[in-house]
């Protein structure tokens, strides 16, 4: 599967970006998944549910399904993180996987930056981010730009 990705600093805007960027793909047509990283621990459950209580009682993987939806909660109980590739082999295939975060991944992606929040680009140094966006003007960038209603040179 294609795999492009989204990276920046934390508040920099790629939730954002991609919530804005999601109905335009699939209004034409194309079958898209996301995948998302994240630092901090998190849970998709909660205290008292059924699927909480199994996987508080040690199961390592928990299935929550409806005639809407389904999920499957893994628990690492240990094991190491998987990588990037890992998890997008688990995947349903689509057209498109957009990523946010997974900044160390050598896939493609696009920057999204805020020099408000004085943080460094990234771009500078990971000759895999392929663009940037940003909310203010940014000088002397080594890959194509775009800054609020202005489009990629």
């Known amino acids: 599967m294609k795999t492009f990705g989204v990276v920046g600093w934390s ?14 793909l699939t209004g034409r047509g194309l079958r898209i998944s996301t995948i998302k990283h ?24 928990v299935v929550i399904a409806s005639a809407s939806r389904w999920a499957m909660i893994h ?12 998890l997008i ?5 689509v057209e498109l996987v957009l990523v946010e ?24 140094e990971d000759p895999t981010v392929v663009a940037v966006a940003s909310d203010e003007a940014v ?8 800054a609020s209603g202005k489009s990629f040179n």
């Open 101 to 124: 975060g997974f900044k160390s991944h050598p896939h493609d992606k696009l920057e999204v930056y805020r020099p408000s929040l004085g943080k460094p680009l990234l771009c500078r």
């Open 139 to 146: 000088p002397d960038l080594p890959v194509p730009f775009h």
């Open 38 to 61: 994240t630092h901090h621990g998190f849970t998709i459950d909660r205290p008292g549910k059924d699927s909480h209580r199994h996987r508080e009682a040690g199961a390592k993987e």
């Open 11 to 24: 508040g920099s805007g790629k939730t954002t970006l991609l919530i804005e960027l999601l109905p335009e």
């Open 75 to 86: 628990e690492l109980r240990g094991d190491p993180e998987p990588d990037m590739t890992a």
């Open 89 to 93: 082999a688990r995947m349903t295939p």
